[in-house]
């Protein structure tokens, strides 16, 4: 197998920058994914491509990646990824060599029901639900200001704890998260985020 990172030679510089860069198609750039395997999709950059050359992050800069230069059609299924933000980019090479990397792309694996937002917050905070009063469902906004363990637990008036919502570390962002109360009784509930540092309670009303 060829060395991706050698030197490529001067007379095929401009084919190999313009005319092999590879558009990435899907996930899209801070698109969720609510699955742990996820399908690569690309186009084909010329008829003359050999293979591709598909690199899988969990930084901008791929410190720790997981790489596949064997794949010769424009998609590659990668299973049981665990939660969390991942970046990934694709280069195409062909009898001359490798080109050079398109534009890398950054998405989220989230299994767990919690959907995010890549904005960071300038502090941690707990969001009134809504709607309130509910029924059957409502949707629970919090922040988090940096990397922290998280859980977001629901407790009858008894302070029995009646679901679990988040129980996972989480990266700094704005997440939503929806309880489903089709089980729960009518009546007054509360809900509690709580992270290393942060800890806060309000009240949710269900409503038959």
């Known amino acids: 197998v ?24 899907s996930p899209n750039h801070d698109e969720e994914v609510h699955a742990d395997s996820v399908q690569f999709v690309w186009f084909r950059s010329v008829p003359a491509v050999q293979r591709y050359w598909l690199e899988l992050g969990t930084d901008s800069v791929f410190s720790t990646r997981v790489i596949d230069s064997t794949i010769t059609d424009t998609s590659k299924v990668i299973r049981s990824l665990a939660d969390g933000v991942r970046w990934w980019r694709v280069k195409a090479k062909n009898s001359l060599g490798w080109g050079a990397y398109g534009a890398q792309r950054r998405f989220r694996i989230t299994t767990t029901g919690v959907s995010y937002s890549g904005n960071v917050p300038l502090g941690f905070g707990l969001h009134q639900n809504y709607p309130n009063p509910f029924n059957p469902e409502t949707r629970i906004r919090f922040q988090i200001s940096r990397s922290s363990d998280v859980t977001l637990k629901v407790f009858d008036l008894l302070g029995r704890e009646v679901a679990t919502l988040v129980n996972e570390s989480l990266q700094p962002g704005t997440y939503e998260s929806t309880l489903d109360g089709s089980k729960l009784a009518s009546g007054m509930y509360f809900y509690r985020l709580r992270t290393s540092s942060f800890v806060d ?7 038959r």
């Not at 991706?4 to 510089?13: C, E, H, N, Q, V």
């Open 2 to 25: 060829l060395d991706p990172d050698s030197t490529i030679p001067d007379i095929g510089a401009f084919y190999f920058h313009h005319v092999l860069g590879v558009h990435l198609i």
């Open 201 to 207: 309670t309000k009240k949710l009303l269900l409503l």
